[in-house]
């Protein structure tokens, strides 16, 4: 009998064994697997993700666009997205009793709106195959070796040696739900390499206090802007620290190995909305103004929230004495000023990105040495990689669980041709 053991419970460690369990035929005759999590409960960072409703997929089809989602691992992911299509994970879930709604950003969220369903789905799996599986709560595995062709596991319960070793421990972002970077070490005593690692997904504390001082205001979609190559447009959510949302959460991913601290603030620029450059602020005021003469310069720039146009005139980004006159005497010059900066700068200060707030690892195992398709290592025969101890992350909108079912489905996959070709 063969043994696989699968280190870490989370998204891609439990989609690969209910995989194994789903496809092969009297597996007991076969191997057993053996699922270690080293907290009490399977899928703890699972269940509390999208505020707890867990965005488990996202509702975009078109390839290109889905793959621009991914910062790093795009290209290394093509094989297991195209397996396992974010429409075949949705119908995974809907066919085994938790059915799915698409919202209108797209993300893809059970009808519950509870993480908790999700986690179910896999219980219930691994519950009515309790003679296939054997899943050891609680159990942190400390040391991963291999000799004389078999894999030696140091568990906190007890010594296991086993045949095939799949790493699904996730990354060292939210330390909180076990994802303390275990992986990364394994990874490298079995002789492979871990890239740069960085926090990715977080929110930024800032210099400037005007966005605290609208904390709760939001913009639908702003531009966050550091240089001609790195910016991201989206939402964005002015908060008691600075900003968050989609929009600084993807600024984040691009920013994952920049230093940003105390010592090293980032100056970057926010557009409050995307796509409005100078030309396009210039013509709008210019004709507001003529429509609306006796209206102050303040209440014509209607496409932004009035206590952000008030809040960026009291820190003197915007000159009170221009969102003081009336329209009707609004000059060229004045007007082109106003335009400048809504159009090209609004200055923003990064000191820091918000404490244990990051919620993926950017960086993780060199995918050079995991074999694309099987996601097996080239270097040691029966290791296995899936989700984000890869170097494999993408922005905020359910890529991420994606990327970990979808790779997590072709460990499972790869595992079962293993070991139908050894019987």
């Known amino acids: 009998m063969k043994t696989i053991a699968i280190i870490g419970g989370g998204a891609a460690g439990m989609m690969c064994a209910a995989t194994l369990l789903d496809h092969i035929e009297n597996p007991t005759e076969d191997f057993e697997i053996r699922l270690f999590e080293k907290n009490a409960v399977l899928g703890k960072k699972v269940s509390i993700s999208g505020g707890g409703r867990c965005n488990v997929t996202t509702g975009i089809a078109d390839r290109k666009i889905l793959l621009g989602k991914y910062t790093r691992g795009a290209e290394f992911l093509k094989h297991s997205l195209g397996k396992f299509w974010p429409k075949k994970v949705r119908e995974w879930f ?136 790195t910016f991201t447009d989206g939402p964005l959510l002015f908060t008691h620290f600075g900003i968050s949302g989609p929009a600084p959460f993807a600024f984040s991913s691009l920013l994952a190995f920049e230093t940003i601290d105390a010592e090293r603030p980032l100056k970057i620029s926010l557009s409050p909305l995307a796509g409005w450059q100078m030309p396009d602020w210039d013509s709008y005021m210019e004709k507001e103004a003529k429509i609306h003469g006796n209206r102050e310069v303040r209440n014509l720039l209607d496409p932004l929230p009035r206590r952000l146009v008030d809040a960026l005139g009291t820190a003197g980004i915007l000159p009170n004495r221009i969102l003081n006159l009336k329209g009707a005497t609004l000059s060229r010059e004045d007007r082109k000023t106003l335009s400048k900066i809504l159009g090209e700068w609004i200055p923003l200060t990064l000191k820091s990105r918000r404490a244990g707030d990051e919620f993926v690892t950017a960086g993780g195992v060199d995918c050079d040495e995991v074999d694309t398709e099987t996601l097996e290592s080239k270097i040691s025969p029966g290791l296995f990689f899936a989700g984000e101890v890869l170097n494999v992350d993408g922005v905020t909108g359910g890529f991420n ?11 499972g996959k790869s595992l079962i041709e293993r070991l139908e070709s050894i019987r």
């Not at 669980?401 to 460990?411: P, S």
């Open 94 to 229: 809907e066919t085994r009793g938790v059915p799915m709604k698409c919202e209108a950003d797209l993300r893809v969220f059970p009808v519950s709106d509870s993480g908790a369903d999700v986690i179910g789905t896999f219980e219930k799996i691994f519950g009515m195959n309790q003679e296939k599986i054997t899943v050891h709560r609680s159990s942190d595995i400390k040391d991963v070796g291999y000799l004389d062709g078999k894999y030696r596991l140091s568990s906190t319960e007890s010594e296991i040696v086993a045949d095939f070793v799949v790493i699904t421990t996730g990354g060292n972002a939210y330390a909180h739900t076990g994802s303390s970077g275990d992986g990364y070490g394994f990874a490298r005593r079995l002789g492979h390499t871990v890239t740069r690692l960085g926090p990715s997904l977080s929110s930024f504390e800032t210099l400037e206090n005007f966005p605290k001082e609208i904390s709760g205001i939001s913009l639908p979609k702003a531009r966050l802007k550091w240089n001609a190559e």
């Open 401 to 411: 669980l994606q990327a970990a079912w979808c790779t997590g489905r072709t460990v």
